[in-house]
Structures are given as structure tokens and as C-alpha cells.
């Protein structure tokens, strides 16, 4: 798998969760947790979030992976519901990156 594929998972995912808003709440299981709605998205959300922490306690990698893909997942979900998308995450993340200088730092190595 490329990395281009990899990076480029959370927007196409992204466009599924979009899609699962007009399906049928008994087709899909995105779909039947937005027919739910808002606190049973974040009970999801607070599960995998201490199953994460029990995963890191326990130091199994992949079990680690697992648990972090769920909590991203969800979180995911949440994004979409609340009519956000992971681009804002990124976005913000990247403002936070670009004010620590380290982009900077690493484009003048010998400043
Ligand atoms: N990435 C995921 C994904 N990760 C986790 N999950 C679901 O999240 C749930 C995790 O919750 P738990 O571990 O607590 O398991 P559970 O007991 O089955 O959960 P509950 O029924 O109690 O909520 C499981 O049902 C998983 O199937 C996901 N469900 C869907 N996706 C993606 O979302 C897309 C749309 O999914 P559908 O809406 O199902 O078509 C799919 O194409 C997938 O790519």
C-alpha cells in the first residue's frame, strides 16, 4: 500500500460518512449511530477512548492499533455530525505545527 493511500484514508473515508447520512438507519452501521444520535456518537467515542488507554496499559502494539483506529473512527463520525470533516483537524494541527518553527528549523538546518 502506498503512503499516498494511506494518507489520503481519512478523506475518503470521510466522503462515506458524508454518503451514510441519507441511508437508511437499518442498512449501515454508521448510519444507525446518526439515527441515534449526538450522545450515543459520544459514548462511542468514550469507550474507545478508555479501551485505548487499557490497550496502552497492556503494551500490546497491535492491539494498540486496533483500539486507536476505532477511537479515530468515531471520532470521525462525530466530526461529520457536527458537519466537520478530518480537513479541519489537519488544518489545525498543521497552523499548530507550523508556529513551533520545527518546519522552519528543518528547511535551515544550519541556522
Ligand atoms: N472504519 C470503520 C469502523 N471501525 C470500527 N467500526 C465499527 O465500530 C464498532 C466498534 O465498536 P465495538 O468495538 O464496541 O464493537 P460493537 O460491540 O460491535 O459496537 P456496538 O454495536 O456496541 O456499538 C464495531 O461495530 C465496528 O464494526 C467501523 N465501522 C465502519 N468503518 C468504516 O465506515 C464505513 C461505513 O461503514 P458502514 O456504515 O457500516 O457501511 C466502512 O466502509 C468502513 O470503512
Redesign the pocket.
Known sequence: MSLLHEDDVLAR?AV??EE?KH?DAG???????YAKGLDAILK?VG??AT?TVMAAKDGDAEHIVYEV??LW??TLVLLAHQGLGPQAVLAELDRRFGLSGIAEKAARPHD
Open positions: 473515508l462515506v460518512l451514510r441511508a442498512s449501515s452501521y454508521v448510519a444507525k449511530l462511542k469507550e474507545e479501551e483506529a476505532d473512527f468515531h
